[in-house]
């Protein structure tokens, strides 16, 4: 297909620092590592008697969750009132704007509350963009997950998972398993490992839950698990959600759980040394055994950790990528507000 | 309202893809009546129109257009859009009968005739309602709506699930010899979806309507054109399969014919990269390769007609998130710039591009339009094939949901004449 730009104005200043965190997508390997490696000096924070570092102090955030999450807006908030930011959480069940109150106009009205920045979960796929390309330049936008597009923060704390364990990703053989259709967070984890450099992403499931030519993202497709399986170092498992069922795109769960359920007899065609991940809620006996969840392969509990220093890292980053562009157009704009 | 045109055209190419015929000439309308074309005529009392360098035109038929009126909540007016259709060079609108309320009754057909009599800028030409209230049931009067003035019939975007319902109602309209218009997708199929099912929406994470949602419900309507020997006309085919069905059904000598959007043959599914929800229309922009087809079959002429597609959308439509803006794109101030963009970029020889818009819907649709026939009321257009325009700066529409607003194209109308009355004059 086409060619992924070189730089994404929407997501990088002109000097190529991240100003939205809109989609892995488009985003060059050196802004993934520096996300990572930022990361990693804010892991320790969380373990200090003061938990909070002041890079974002005087600055507000506003959650603005379309869909509801509450463990995402959680280490969502969590991270902001480390970085020592104001936070606002706004709750809008989908219905609310229809209700006279456009999404637009709402936008107009937190951004008069001079807000800095948007953490946003939209169940439309794009919403994040159409947000970023409509708001004032002056606040950031990131994808707290939009519809099926992207999750980009999820995808960046499991790679963050994987290089812990790993220490890189030369080399490495990756399999995700389940509702690849309907993932956001898969799509997202695709464009990260590839960007990356791991030498493999295969996607593993029945082919109602892959959706058309998903091998245009670089992945290769497996329908048997226990072929996909074969030598690879990270298996991340997908939550499959219940109302799957009602559509006929899988019969039932107990069948599902015996095709592609995670399970210690079928990860032994893993490497001895593979990781086991899920982004979590797990269905267990659905999607992933006990035996496995809680075994001794699994980093599910760890990614949870990693969560908030990651985010910590993409907002501060975001914050000063936009300084910095603010103060290179010069004295006018940034005292615009 | 305007008086009968009396007009002398001097020295245009005349290029009437009806009868093939391609020079410069004059062109003479008296009284409204399209009287001579010929060399070096004359008439003393006729306004002199300087045509050197120009080309003139049957009238534009466009076989595809959704009202605004009657509809709440709709934008534009007929004035408004049957305007944007003069300035356009379009002469006459085949427009769908999925108002609100339908067109199956004679007082809505009356109505729009009423208000586009007043307008005056273009001859409406409405499909009846196949099913009353487009709700697959229960046939509409198709007789009666026939004589108050409905040129064809259809359920629009409105798929007959019933098929007994669907045969008795193309029989019944075989009766009369109504061409019955066809706008295949199966609902369960396209159903939540809001891009073409491929790499570009996989990526983007958007819904998708697969092509076998049209050509399911294609393969369908043509078994049962076969069985009932209806005359029956495709709107907006968008994919290689349905091009490669219908090219079938055509040798097997179906009485069949169809159209594709203007859109379909510029644009594939990449247009919607960055979720650029001006090219979210129904059906969904395909890949390169259905694009490719459905331009051969134009070349070809297993599809017909090229349309407009015309949907006028308010501002607020296109203002969300991809998968909450309506589908749709205005384009009747465009269907002519874009065609010829299609000739200039070697894409489709001159000649059956403006058959495309002339003569073959009005052929499609069984109407008497898109030709340049002497001792008939005049509807022509006069073109200036060679100056550029942006369209942004002279948007007629009331829907400004276009992608083409800020890119250059080809081609200006100076005059359109719609039965024996100017309808639109530039300098």
Known sequence: ?337 | MQPRADLLIRKARVIDPASGRDEVADLLVEDGRLLRIGASLDAPGAELVDAEGLWLLPGLVDSCVRLPEPGNHRTGSLHSETRAAAAGGITHLCATPDTDPVIDSTAVVRLIRERAMKAGFARIMPMAALTQGLQGQQLAELATLRDAGCIAVSNAGHRVQDALILKRSLEYAATFDLPVVFRPQDAALSSGGCAHEGPVATRLGLPGIPSVAETVDLARALLLVEATGVRAHFHQLSCAASVALLRHAKAQGLNVTADVSIHHLLLDESAIEGFNSFCHISPPLRSRADRDALMQGVIDGTVDAISSQHIPLGGSAKLAPFPSTRPGISGLDTLLSLVLELVQRDQLPLRRALDAITAAPARCLGVSAGRLEEGRLASLCLIDPNATRLPAEDWLSAGRNSPWLDTELPGTVRLTVCEGKVTWLSD
């Not at chain 1, 799509?187 to 030498?199: C, F, P, V, Y």
């Not at chain 1, 095709?259 to 809620?281: K, S, T």
């Open chain 1, 1 to 337: 297909m086409t060619a992924e730009p070189s730089t994404d104005p929407l997501q990088l200043t002109g000097d190529g620092q991240l100003r939205n965190f809109l989609s892995i997508e488009g985003l060059p390997r050196s802004v993934l590592e520096q996300i990572l490696d930022n990361a990693a000096s804010f892991v320790d924070v969380g373990d200090r008697a003061i938990k909070k570092v002041p890079l974002l102090r005087g600055k507000t955030v506003v959650n603005l969750f379309f869909e509801a999450s509450t463990r995402t807006r959680t280490t969502f908030e969590l991270a902001a009132k480390r970085l020592s930011a104001d936070v606002l959480n706004i709750d809008i069940a989908r219905s609310a704007t229809s209700k006279g109150e456009s999404l637009m106009d709402m936008l107009r009205n937190l951004e008069a509350m001079a807000s800095d920045m948007f953490v946003v979960r939209h169940a439309d796929s794009g919403a994040p963009h159409y947000i970023a390309r409509h708001a004032t330049p002056e606040v950031a936008i990131i994808n707290a997950g939009d519809g099926r597009h992207a999750h980009p923060t999820q995808a960046m704390l499991d790679m963050y998972t994987i290089r812990h364990y790993k220490g890189g990703f030369a080399g490495l053989k990756v399999a995700i398993i389940g509702d690849i259709l309907h993932s956001r967070v898969a799509r997202s984890q695709i464009h990260a490992l590839n960007i990356l450099g791991a030498e493999e992403v295969r996607v593993i499931g029945p082919r109602t839950l892959l959706p058309a030519d998903i091998e245009h993202l670089g992945v290769s497709v497996y329908h048997d698990l226990s072929q996909g399986l074969r030598d690879v170092d990270v298996v991340i498992a997908l939550r499959l959600q219940k109302e799957r069922m009602d559509s006929a795109l899988l019969p039932s769960e107990s069948e599902f759980f015996r095709l592609y359920g995670l399970n210690n007899e079928r990860l032994r065609q893993a490497h001895p040394d593979a990781i086991i991940m899920h982004p979590g809620p797990i269905n267990r006996g659905v999607e992933i055994a006990s035996e496995v969840a809680d075994g001794e392969r699994s980093v599910i509990l760890h990614q949870v950790t990693f969560g908030i220093a990651v985010r910590m890292a993409v907002m501060s980053m975001c914050m000063s990528g936009r300084e910095t562009e603010q103060r290179s157009r010069g004295g006018d704009h940034a005292t615009a507000r």
